[in-house]
């Protein structure tokens, strides 16, 4: 996933792609599902607490800044709006390469 839209990516976008990416391959051994079902705690997807977690784990942002990452990552990705970014949402955004 790390370079497979970067020509279109914003550096934002880039940097987020690069250390999740990271973040999956040192934790988990690069298997996403794993990364992803333990963030979830048990639920049926990963919500804004859980997702600032997995972006202060990754390095993203900081203190001040998280919040705001949080937001636009959950705008993106929680197609249903339900608050939460199941496996289905987070999985189809993988294959397109982040799209």
Do not use: C
């Amino acid at each position: 996933m790390a370079d497979r839209n970067a020509a279109s990516s914003t550096p934002e976008e880039q940097e987020l792609r690069d250390k999740v990416t990271r973040l999956v391959e040192s934790r988990h051994g690069g298997d996403w599902r794993r990364a992803f079902d333990s963030y979830t705690k048990g639920g049926s997807g990963v919500n804004r607490d859980q997702l600032m977690s997995l972006l202060d784990d990754a390095g993203i942002g900081n203190w001040a800044t998280r919040g705001a990452w949080a937001t636009g990552i959950l705008k993106k990705m929680d197609t249903n709006v339900d608050g939460n970014i199941s496996w289905t949402e987070f999985d189809s955004l993988i294959r397109s390469g982040g799209r």
